[in-house]
T-cell receptor, first 117, second 111 residues
Framework: DTAVSQTPKYLVTQMGNDKSIKCEQN?????MYWYKQDSKKFLKIMFS?????LIINETVPNRFSPKSPDKAHLNLHINSLELGDSAVYFC??????WGQGSAGELFFGEGSRLTVL | DAKTTQPNSMESNEEEPVHLPCNHS???????IHWYRQLPSQGPEYVIH???SNVNNRMASLAIAEDRKSSTLILHRATLRDAAVYYC????????????FGQGTTLQVKP
């Protein structure tokens, strides 16, 4: 049973289209994230939700809109896709990290590779 | 955000120990040292973390310098499956989960 699952795994689309990537976690975590890995392999956080509430928004264009219907799901909707949006998008979840005990490690999905033509 | 510096790449032979270094000279007192790795075509996965003392778990060991300005991830016997990009990340206590990934160290393991 996959802990953090994303769909679709691959997405090829034309510029200007709107697309969504779905993420579900079955770990019972309160916090979920979207990270983006660009063509140079740099990983950067985009958004974080805690119990359906947005807590991190890293100056991502308004064309990107995360939605969390419940704490087990965090979807990413992208409007008016541009060439520069081509990347691998990773969903992750975690428990809080307070320094002692639990590592608060992030569990990542396998990624969704978006290619914009 | 405190930065880390790692070598771009390293090579190892299978079944030999591997020492992956990380410099973090601007580490603050509340920063924990976390290591993640990313296997090819997969998402990153947690490896180990520590604050001041050396740490061991089933995957690896973490050796932290006394002044905490550097640390070393130790894989005791590298296998081909350990070929990955290894990221050293500083994470403050009560951090929201915003991990700052650098370029990491790409580890090649030769049979």
């Amino acid at each position: 049973d996959t802990a953090v699952s994303q769909t679709p795994k691959y997405l090829v689309t034309q510029m200007g289209n709107d697309k969504s990537i779905k993420c579900e976690q079955n770990l019972g975590h309160d916090t979920m994230y979207w990270y983006k890995q660009d063509s140079k392999k740099f990983l950067k956080i985009m958004f974080s939700y805690n119990n359906k509430e947005l807590i991190i928004n890293e100056t991502v264009p308004n064309r990107f809109s995360p939605k969390s219907p419940d704490k087990a799901h965090l979807n990413l909707h992208i409007n008016s896709l541009e060439l520069g949006d081509s990347a691998v998008y990773f969903c992750a979840s975690s428990v809080p990290f307070w320094g002692q005990g639990s590592a608060g490690e992030l569990f990542f999905g396998e990624g969704s590779r978006l290619t914009v033509l | 955000d405190a930065k880390t510096t790692q070598p771009n790449s390293m090579e190892s032979n299978e079944e030999e120990p591997v020492h992956l270094p990380c410099n973090h000279s601007t580490i603050s007192g509340t920063d924990y040292i976390h290591w993640y790795r990313q296997l090819p075509s997969q998402g990153p996965e947690y490896v180990i973390h520590g604050l001041t003392s050396n740490v061991n778990n089933r995957m690896a060991s973490l050796a932290i310098a006394e002044d905490r300005k550097s640390s070393t991830l130790i894989l005791h016997r590298a296998t081909l499956r350990d070929a990955a990009v290894y990221y050293c990340i500083l994470r403050p206590r009560s951090n929201t989960g915003k991990l700052i990934f650098g370029q990491g160290t790409t580890l090649q393991v030769k049979p």
